[in-house]
């Protein structure tokens, strides 16, 4: 009877922490939407070359989604042309966000950069408890690699370059990735970038993702825990948690990031929660039909059409933007550059100039930097 009342007392809280996120993704649209001006500075466009750029291998995307319930999974693919192999990246996503969608334009441009992307999806609405989480996530990598492997015109997976990159929830099951590889059976993680990861502090424990011993991460992999500014729902405590609990990670190969919201041109940059999300409908999981996220997000994506047809920017805080392409993008595309080919470190790691550049404002005026930090 005492572990049924745990269990009933945990799903509340994960239920209350689903509604706390709805909530902060709300508060970021409505300060998005709150803050357009005319005749203001744009932001910056996506760079032409190197880490965060447009600069592209390939045209296409192929997209596929594997199995049943919450160890099913996505393998992206890239196409135009088609590479024989690839590296691997997995791509685990915020507690609920169930469909690639809501991270396909980030999806996309790991893709066309010339990687496969596995996104396991962990877990089948609220029916699923936090405790399985990180096994579902792994089961989902394991069949993907399988099929990879073994299904005749795939992509082959490059196994000994694998990196995993997670927001949110996905971010507390990366660096568990990184801990328990060997005994998950996936490939070691040669490169890990945490984003706004968490949160653990949530009550009772079993209410969220449990952090494994993190001092069994490698000192040779390279890390990057990112938090926001103005991310209200995790803030940055399991980010600065992470970080100073991957021990034997070597200092030269670890860095906390904060990002920074800007406010000095329209649309502004928040950095909140809700900032790693960039839409692509084309990734849209009929599995997940009838899911509270799922009936959030096409409420919100409702919205910026309509906002589109009445003349506006139609962001709603969803759009892809400098935090985007100088941000989350430029810095995992470094760090897993700096992990396969040892090159683009200067843009992950190292406190230097091209990791804290934002790009520039169309008046001249730079982005906020980032804040790079060795001791959180």
């Not at 590479?83 to 999806?107: C, D, T």
């Not at 047809?309 to 430029?330: H, I, R």
């Amino acid at each position: 009877m005492k572990r049924a009342s745990e269990f009933r007392m945990a799903g509340a809280n994960v239920l209350r922490l689903g509604i706390l996120f709805l909530i902060a993704l709300v508060v970021g649209i409505v300060a998005a939407c709150s803050t357009r001006t005319e005749g203001a500075a744009r932001g910056p466009r996506q760079p032409g070359a190197g880490p965060g750029s447009a600069s592209y291998k390939h045209g296409l995307v192929v997209a596929q989604e594997y199995g049943v319930g919450p160890t099913r999974y996505w393998i992206f693919e890239p196409a135009d042309p088609k590479p024989e192999s690839a590296p691997v990246i997995v791509f685990n996503h915020g507690w609920l966000a169930l469909e690639p969608k809501y991270y396909g334009a980030w999806i996309d441009h790991i893709v066309r950069r010339g990687n496969i992307v596995i996104f396991p999806v962990y877990q089948d609405g609220l029916r699923t408890h936090t405790s399985e989480f990180t096994a579902n996530a792994a089961a989902g990598v394991r069949a993907g690699i399988a099929r990879l492997k073994a299904e005749p015109g795939h992509v082959r997976p490059q196994l000994e370059m694998v990196a995993v990159v997670g927001h949110s929830m996905g971010g507390l099951i990366t660096a568990n990735f990184g801990a328990e590889w060997k005994r998950l059976g996936i490939p070691q993680p040669r490169a890990l970038m945490c984003v706004e990861p968490g949160r653990t502090s949530a009550m009772p424990k079993s209410a969220s993702v449990q952090l494994a011993d993190l001092s069994l991460i490698g000192k040779d992999t390279l890390l990057l825990t990112v938090a926001g500014d103005r991310d209200r729902l995790v803030k940055d405590e399991d980010a600065k948690r992470i970080f100073k609990e991957t021990t034997k990670v070597a200092p030269e190969n670890k860095n906390h990031i904060l990002m920074v919201s800007d406010d000095h041109g329209s649309p502004v940059l928040v950095a909140n929660h809700l900032a790693p999300v960039g839409l692509n409908l084309r990734y849209t999981d009929p599995a997940a039909a009838g899911t509270l996220s799922h009936w959030f997000f096409e409420q919100m994506e409702k919205r910026r059409l309509r906002a589109s047809e009445n003349g506006g920017d139609g962001a709603l805080g969803m759009a892809v933007d400098a935090l985007d392409f100088y941000g989350t993008w430029k810095l995992f595309d470094g760090l897993s550059d700096a992990a396969f080919y040892g090159r683009n470190r200067e843009y992950a790691l190292g406190n230097t100039q091209q990791q804290r550049f934002m790009g520039k404002w169309s008046d001249g005026i730079g982005v906020k930097e980032l804040q790079v930090s060795t001791i959180p």
